[in-house]
Every structure is written in structure tokens, then in C-alpha cells.
């Protein structure tokens, strides 16, 4: 199993960016994704999964209305969206299933 996640960078408050994971060696059609993310001294908290159709998708409260989770199932990857980003978005974004992680990705968000 192997997930990639990429697109991170450095971007202004209110800015966008979409992040992108690439995954390889499961049945990716089958499972739920979901992204998580860590802030620096913080512990890692869940942002948002979609479900194995895309049909279905949630979202933690700090982030809903700003971010989306999507799928492409065709392309065996997962996004997430993240528009209105401020400050405290700032972390390193992973995604995750069938019990595996990526490296993540830095997203800082800062003037």
C-alpha cells in the first residue's frame, strides 16, 4: 500500500490550495478516504473522509464551508480543496485508510 500525498505550500490567509493523494496497492474503489492533519505541538485531528462511491462526505466543524474531500476512482486519487484557508489550517496534511498513512504534506499558511 502506498499513499502520496502533494500540493502543499506556502499561501496567504484566505487563500486556496488543493491537495492531491495518489494511492497503489489496494482495491481503492472499495474503502473510505480520509484526510488528517498535524499542527506543530499539536496531535493529529481528522478533517474530512469521503466514502468508497463518493457519494458521501463529512467534515470537522473547523473546517466545513471551506474545505471539500472528492474522489476519482478512474485515477485512484483522493483531494481536498481548502479555500478561505487561514492560519491556523497550518500543518501537515495526511491522508489515510485501510489503516495506512502517507508522508503528508506541509500546507503553512501565513503573510
Known amino acids: 500500500v502506498q499513499l502520496v500525498e502533494s500540493g502543499g505550500g506556502l499561501v496567504q490567509p484566505g487563500g486556496s490550495l488543493r491537495l492531491s493523494c495518489a494511492a497503489s496497492g489496494f482495491a481503492f474503489s472499495s474503502y473510505a478516504m480520509k484526510w488528517y492533519r498535524q499542527a506543530p505541538g499539536k496531535e493529529r485531528e481528522w478533517v474530512a473522509t469521503v466514502t468508497s462511491t463518493g457519494g458521501s462526505t463529512s467534515y470537522a466543524d473547523s473546517v466545513k464551508g471551506r474545505f471539500t474531500i472528492s474522489r476519482n476512482n478512474a485515477e485512484n486519487t483522493v483531494y481536498l480543496q481548502m479555500n478561505s484557508l487561514k492560519p491556523d489550517d497550518t500543518a501537515v496534511y495526511y491522508c489515510?485508510?485501510?489503516?495506512?498513512w502517507g508522508q503528508g504534506t506541509q500546507v503553512t499558511v501565513s503573510s
Open positions: 489515510s485508510s485501510v489503516g495506512y
